[in-house]
């Protein structure tokens, strides 16, 4: 489709476009999908090629979405177990000014860094970064759907601390 529109010669049986940058963007789209089929593969080598396409991908459209990228980046750190490299990553990704993530995206990037930060067993890290996340969707009312996510990662977090209690008490 991409590469009929861009060798359109104007004649009257093209098809119409209703976004003419979703267009330009779809050869990033199907990178993307590609991406993330080697994420979910597990196949990280084939990821960080996708990796370096998306990003000349970006470099050369206007592509507004390059948090998305990053977000791959920290997915390939994460399933290589290097979760020091994949929570910077994603913290970055959450935090950062360089885009403007809705509500939506960047408060799921808040339960996302707090499984991070569980798996490396930073359980009071965790346990702040979903009280923030639930001050600001109480504060603000958006994405309330996410109040239930991060209420079970609490409770994991307590599970977490009442097994250590558990096997503390067992050792003696």
């Not at 080697?38 to 396409?53: P, S």
């Not at 759907?145 to 307590?158: D, P, S, V």
């Amino acid at each position: 489709l991409y590469e009929q529109w861009k060798q359109w010669d104007g004649s009257d049986d093209a098809f119409l476009v209703y976004d003419r940058i979703e267009i330009e963007n779809f050869p990033g789209t199907m990178e993307r999908a590609r991406a993330y089929i080697a994420a979910l593969r597990g196949d990280y080598e084939a990821l960080m090629g996708h990796i370096e396409i998306l990003r000349t991908l970006a470099n050369q459209h206007q592509y507004n979405k390059q948090w998305i990228i990053e977000t791959f980046v920290s997915t390939m750190h994460w399933g290589m177990g290097e979760l020091d490299l994949a929570i910077a990553s994603m913290v970055t990704v959450k935090d950062g000014k360089q885009w403007a993530l809705n509500p939506v995206i960047r408060n799921t990037l808040s339960w996302i860094v707090a499984e991070l930060l569980i798996q490396k067993g930073e359980l009071t890290a965790a346990e702040v970064m979903l009280e923030e996340a639930i001050e600001e969707v109480m504060t603000t009312g958006t994405v309330p759907i996410l109040m239930g996510t991060y209420t079970l990662y609490l409770a994991m977090i307590e599970t977490i601390r009442g097994y250590g209690f558990i096997v503390r008490d067992l050792q003696h």
